[in-house]
């Protein structure tokens, strides 16, 4: 968004403590550069600092807030609302993230008064409300936890599995998509190429061992990772994606 759009602006709300990475950042924007780039006819490679000035523009637009807690949180996002209220940014801010979620609520949810649990419905409801006045994507991360009880296995291709998304089911409906990332290994790509039908949707099992053969393409299998739609009020439950973390 930030390459494609040379006008428009994110807001990156960090609580893990330095969780943005600068460099991480600098990485993922000189991949989109440079896949972007038409080499020069000579041959040569293009000036390695007109890249670099690139990246840091594109960079410069990106605003970051550190926050400790949820009360932290909360504040920030009644400061963007103001600050969106001036016209000149309304139009230019496209995207606000909250990384991560878990860190600043999983401490209040384990107490018994409910005080916890409604500070988290008051913190989606009014990132919900931010995107919803001011047209942004609002993206919040959350950890994965372990599932205790058969029932709480969600509608997974990785039968596997044995992990969900945090924060229980009132996170969950609080949101208007949520997607579970999942690291793979050869099994199972193997078993996700047997199950689709090329659309990203689950298909019938069969009894074929799909571990037995190669994966073609892919030769970082530590980074690359399935994005699956778990819940959603506009696309189809169940679609899937794989994607590599490498820039």
Known sequence: MLVQDKTSRAIWIDTLDGGFSAQRASNVVRSHLSRQSTPPKSGLPVEDRTIQDQISEILSRIQIYSCRDIYDVISVTESIRENLEDTSLRNITRLVVVDSMSTVLTGLLRGTDGAGHAT??????????????FGLVVLVTTISVQISLPEEQPPSILATS?????????????????????????????RMVGLSDGSGLFGDDSDEDYSKAPIEGVNRMSSVRVAEILKSKRLKIGEWSIFDLTP
């Open 120 to 133: 988290m419905i008051h913190s989606a409801r009014e990132l919900g409300l931010l995107a919803v006045d």
């Open 162 to 190: 044995n992990s969900k998304p945090g924060l229980g089911s009132s996170w969950r409906y609080a949101t208007d998509l949520q997607l579970y990332l999942t690291k793979l290994n050869p099994l199972h790509m193997q």
